[in-house]
């Protein structure tokens, strides 16, 4: 882990108290957003040089960089070192205690980055057209520094609040969490007490091709994950002479009826509400299909339009990946034995049991062993909150005519762990993301348009203040 080029002078020239003047909140108080995006963006760029690529992570590094920002507002920063240099960092905004507090989490660590494939240094924290490049920079440095920005601004303006606001940088989301916010529970539960909501990543406002937002998405529940790993034996003999139930043959046969088991088409109530509401930012064919999409999914002609968005697509059905595939170790010998998994995303009211009698059936053979390697679970939050009223509001007096829209997604976040904790936890992003920036997550050349960071801190802080400020 290597810590590039990080300009403390520039961190304390940071810390000013930003002017309460330009805007108003629903609180009476005053805020200069135009101010707090530029700090914002130079928070960015000095926090994308922290070099916290998971592995190995290094999160103490991004945990006290962000801790001495806020230290430097006067407020207390938690450090908790979770071993083999991997922190997070924990602070909190008291108030009245009249309502259950809200914790704006983010995680520290980011994925690899291949310098090579990037036209600019994916940890160089560079500004280049408007945008502010770097690994993170979407995934979730980005939203961490609007989270962090937010919370600042309510310290500042002195509102008075109804409940906590804690912010909470966690490690090791990357791989999993167990060595990040799954250690939370055991290692220190104060940091969480009397908490409720969660806001972390997850869905965004997807933008089209312009920027120009379509939708605002809120994801209230994430996919069971269930792997599977398939296994047959039979005689090993020589290939000159074939073998009709070999293990090879066993399991491709297995595999085709899996893979072709077509997309069994499942609609939830959120779902349907999902895309009847995106609708209106279709055209063609597709608004069609989305507007009566009870209709859709039952119409085989529609099927391949339906798949054709492999995210939104995901949101009606439960997935099958087929990821590993083993057998043999000579071209001219039939193996006495082929292995196969599955990454399965199932869809948030489908039981484990329920599945794997599912894909037992479809693999027809008692010859194929069918085991189950890995299970997660976690429940749906519910929709009927204040949280998600106050996020529909601040986008209403944005613009009537965008909608906010309740989403599945398919991946793994550490809301789950918070979901575990007994806290309604929602994945959203309050910033503008189009088809050619969602690629760069994960991706090469990962970027944020300035102006979209700009836009997610106002739309957090008017969040927070409708949400968390005494009425």
């Given amino acids: ?42 928070i960015l760029c000095d926090y994308l040089k922290v070099d916290t690529t998971n592995p190995p992570g290094n999160e103490k590094l991004g945990a006290d960089f962000l801790a001495d920002i806020i230290r430097k507002e006067g407020l207390e920063a938690t450090v908790v070192d979770l071993g083999k240099n991997r922190s997070l960092v924990c602070s909190r905004l008291k108030g009245t205690g009249k309502k259950k507090g809200i914790i704006l989490m983010n995680h520290i660590d980011v994925v690899p980055a291949v310098a090579a494939d990037w036209k600019h240094a994916p940890f160089g924290g560079e500004i280049h057209d408007g945008e502010i490049w770097g690994r993170g920079a979407i995934d979730m440095k980005g939203m961490g520094v609007i989270e962090l920005e937010a919370f600042l601004m309510l310290k500042r303006s002195g509102v008075k609040l109804d409940r906590d606001v804690v912010f909470l940088a966690t490690p090791d989301e990357e791989a999993g969490g167990e060595c990040g916010a799954g250690e939370i529970k055991e290692k220190c539960p104060e940091l969480v007490k009397d908490c409720e909501f969660v806001l972390n990543e997850g869905f965004s406002i997807e933008a089209d091709d312009k920027g120009n937002a379509k939708y605002w998405g809120v994801d209230f529940a994430e996919k069971n994950i269930c792997w599977f790993e398939l296994t047959t034996k039979g005689d090993a003999g020589h290939a000159s002479m074939p073998m009709i139930n070999s293990s090879t043959n066993r399991m491709a046969r297995a595999l085709n009826r899996i893979v072709n088991a077509g997309p069994n088409f499942r609609l939830l109530p959120e779902v349907e509400e999902y895309f009847t509401k995106i609708s209106v930012s279709e055209n063609g064919e597709l608004k069609k299909a989305y507007e009566d999409i009870k209709n859709a999914v039952n119409d085989k002609q529609k099927e391949p339009l339906l798949l054709s968005d492999l995210l939104k697509s995901s949101m009606l059905r439960n997935t099958i990946s087929l990821t590993r595939m083993e057998a043999g170790y000579k071209t001219n010998v039939i193996p006495a034995k082929a292995m196969a998994q599955l990454d399965c995303r199932l869809l948030p009211d489908v039981k484990k049991d329920e599945f794997v009698a599912f894909i037992t059936k479809l693999v027809d053979d008692p010859e194929v062993e069918v085991k189950v390697i890995d299970w997660q679970s976690n429940e749906p939050s519910k929709l009927q909150t204040e949280l998600y009223e106050a996020i529909k509001t601040v986008a209403k007096e944005e613009n009537p005519n965008i909608p906010v829209v309740p989403v599945i997604v398919p991946w793994f976040t550490d809301s789950h762990w918070m979901r575990e904790l007994g806290m309604t936890a929602y994945g959203f992003q309050p910033i503008e993301v189009d088809k050619l920036h969602l690629a760069t997550m994960h991706g090469k050349d990962e970027r944020l348009p300035i102006k979209s960071l700009e836009n997610g801190v106002r739309r957090m802080h008017k969040i927070l203040v409708e949400f968390c400020a005494a009425k």
Avoid: C
């Fill in 1 to 42: 882990m290597k810590l590039k080029r990080v300009a403390l002078s520039i961190l304390t020239a940071l810390t000013f108290s930003l002017p309460l003047q330009a805007a108003s909140t629903n609180s009476g108080a005053k805020v200069d957003y135009d101010a707090a995006g530029k700090e914002a963006t130079k």
